[in-house]
């Protein structure tokens, strides 16, 4: 079960954000693309300057919807950071992938709304760190995100064992929907016209869909995206129970989601003290409300 909520405003903005980001991946199944090695590099300024204003646009969602706080957003940055350091260990080596496991406990703890930001703001840093910043960076955001997204959404009864084996499944056909979509990021433009793997301009979409299909299998799910997996279900596997316990832990001790109340203020206790001696009058220490006023003494 994630600790934070999804709000409707929240599950708007990750609905709308979702759609697009989906469009910018799919559209060359509906409107014919020339295949030019250069069309991407092109298009990715414009989706990452598109999702700067949906990023800050779910963060202002979470925090006016009360899915999100000051605690919670340092949380995210904690864990980018911890993403960003933890890539490099396998990145670049047989497919093996060091960032998604976390990822993906990191959603399935905190919620949809923070796995989708945890996705983009990880891989972003990452980039930075690793001098991996390019064309490519915008769309391995997106997909990233869809990983923590998709975690937060997944059943929130499952505890102990049964937790972990769905999250490692689910961590494993993360990584191969990853390599999937990243292939379809670049394969229209950069396989030539000449081939039985090469996209068709125009050809229907299922014909299309088959020549991808093909391609990822041909060129990376037998190798970079199976290496991905299998890293991702083992260290979720391994560390999962571990990791979801501190995660968890930590939201409990910061009350992630706690709702912030204000009472009205308790009225001091009133001492009592004995009658005066003149006038025989009881009265409370500090209240003379009730003494009657006294004539001044010669």
């Known amino acids: ?107 399935r703890v905190f919620g949809p709304g923070f796995g989708f930001l945890l996705g983009s703001t990880s891989l972003f840093a990452s980039a930075l760190l690793t001098a991996g910043v390019g064309p490519w960076l915008p769309f391995q955001m997106l997909c990233a995100s869809w990983i923590g997204l998709g975690a937060g959404l997944l059943p929130s009864r499952l505890r102990g064992r049964a937790e972990t084996a769905v999250l490692a499944g689910y961590g494993a056909l993360a990584a191969y929907g990853y390599g999937l979509l990243m292939n379809l990021w670049f394969w229209p433009f950069s396989t030539g016209a000449d081939t039985q793997l090469s996209y068709l301009p125009g050809a229907p979409v299922l014909e299309n869909l088959h020549r991808l299909a093909v391609f990822s299998a041909v060129t990376s799910t037998f190798g970079w995206d199976t ?5 991702t279900a083992v260290a979720i596997i391994l560390a999962g129970p571990a990791v979801l316990a501190a995660l968890r832990r930590a939201a409990r001790k910061a009350a992630f989601g706690a709702p912030i109340t204000f009472a009205a203020p308790e009225p001091l206790p009133v001492k009592p003290v004995a009658p005066d001696p003149q006038t025989g009058v009881h009265g409370a220490q500090g209240d003379t409300s009730h003494q009657p006023s006294r004539p001044p003494q010669p």
Request: hydrophobic share 60%; glycine share 8%.
């Open 1 to 107: 079960m994630s600790v934070l909520r999804v709000a409707p405003r929240t599950a708007v903005v990750l609905t709308l954000a979702s759609a697009a980001a989906l469009a910018t991946f799919t559209w060359p199944f509906f409107v014919p693309a020339q295949p030019e090695t250069t069309a991407r590099t092109g298009e990715a300024p414009l989706v990452f300057v598109i999702m700067l204003p949906v990023l800050v646009a779910l963060v202002l969602a979470e925090l006016s919807s009360g899915g999100i706080d000051s605690k919670a957003l340092a949380m995210l940055g904690v864990l980018a950071a911890v993403n960003a350091a933890l890539r490099p260990l396998g990145a670049g080596t047989a497919g093996i992938e060091t960032v998604f496991f976390l990822l993906v406990l990191a959603g």
């Open 227 to 231: 290496g991905r997996a299998i890293t």
